[in-house]
C-alpha cells in the first residue's frame, strides 16, 4: 500500500531564505510522486512531477525536489522565498487507481 | 482554454436536503474524480470515473452519489444521509485512469449547511 506523510503542518520563512518542504512516501512499487500548490480558496496546481526519468526535477515557479530512494523521500525546495509563494502544499502518491496525498503544508512567507 | 470548471463556487444545504455539485472539463479526459477536502486532512476520495457510464467507489463514498452521462462532466450529489457535508470539494479529470497520470483540479465549490 502507497502512503505519503508531510513533516511539518506550518512552515514559516523569511523573504528570500530557502524553502525546504518535506515529504516521505511508503510505494510497494516504484512510485509516480507529485507536488502540488493550493491558494487559498483554489484548487490544486500541479507543481511538479516525479516519474523515474532523473531524480532532480524541476517545477514551476523556481520550485524543484529531489527523489531519494534511500531516505524514501520527495523534499520541495526553492532557494529563495518569495512573498507569492505563501501557499498549502500537498505531496501526493500514485495508488491504485488513484492519488493518495499527504495533510498539507501551509507556508508562510514574511517580508 | 481547456480546464476544469466547478460551480457553484458557494453552495448552502439546509438539513434533509440534497445538492448537488457541477464539475465539466474541455480537457477530453476520459477520467474524473471528486475529492472532499477538510481542514488538516488533506485530500480524501470520493468517487471517481473512468470512462461514461461507468464509476467508482473511493475511499468516503457513503452519503454521496454520482453520474457519468457525458464524457465532460460528472455532478456530485451530497444527499441527506451525509450528517457532515461542510466541507471544500474538488472535482479533478485525468487523460487516462492509471498509476503514472497526471490528475488536474478545477477551483473547488464550499458547502455550507445552513
Known amino acids: 500500500a502507497q502512503s505519503v506523510t508531510q513533516l511539518g503542518s506550518h512552515v514559516s520563512v523569511s523573504e528570500g531564505a530557502l524553502v525546504l518542504l518535506r515529504c516521505n512516501y511508503s510505494?510497494?512499487?516504484?512510485?509516480?510522486l507529485f507536488w502540488y500548490v493550493q491558494y487559498p480558496n483554489q484548487g490544486l496546481q500541479l507543481l511538479l512531477k516525479?516519474?523515474?526519468?532523473?531524480?532532480l526535477v524541476k517545477g514551476i515557479n523556481g520550485f524543484e525536489a529531489e527523489f531519494k530512494k534511500s531516505e524514501t523521500s520527495f523534499h520541495l525546495t526553492k532557494p529563495s522565498a518569495h512573498m507569492s509563494d505563501a501557499a498549502e502544499y500537498f505531496c501526493?502518491?500514485?495508488?491504485?487507481?488513484?492519488?493518495?496525498f499527504g495533510t498539507g503544508t501551509r507556508l508562510q512567507v514574511f517580508p | 482554454d481547456g480546464g476544469i470548471t466547478q460551480s457553484p463556487k458557494y453552495l448552502f444545504r439546509k438539513e434533509g436536503q440534497n445538492v448537488t455539485l457541477s464539475c465539466e472539463q474541455n480537457?477530453?479526459?476520459?477520467?474524473m474524480y471528486w475529492y472532499r477536502q477538510d481542514p488538516g486532512q488533506g485530500l480524501r476520495l470520493i468517487y471517481y470515473?473512468?470512462?461514461?457510464?461507468?464509476?467508482q467507489k473511493g475511499d468516503i463514498a457513503e452519503g454521496y452519489s454520482v453520474s457519468r452521462e457525458k464524457k465532460e462532466s460528472f455532478p456530485l450529489t451530497v444527499t441527506s444521509a451525509q450528517k457532515n457535508p461542510t466541507a471544500f470539494y474538488l472535482c479533478?479529470?485525468?487523460?487516462?485512469?492509471?498509476?503514472?497520470?497526471?490528475?488536474?483540479f478545477g477551483p473547488g465549490t464550499r458547502l455550507l449547511v445552513l
Open positions: 479533478a479529470s485525468s487523460a487516462l485512469l492509471g498509476y503514472q497520470e497526471t490528475q488536474y
Open positions: 510505494s510497494s512499487v516504484p512510485p509516480y
Open positions: 516525479y516519474t523515474s526519468a532523473a531524480t
Open positions: 501526493a502518491v500514485s495508488g491504485n487507481d488513484k492519488l493518495i
Open positions: 480537457l477530453n479526459h476520459d477520467a
Open positions: 470515473s473512468q470512462i461514461v457510464n461507468d464509476f
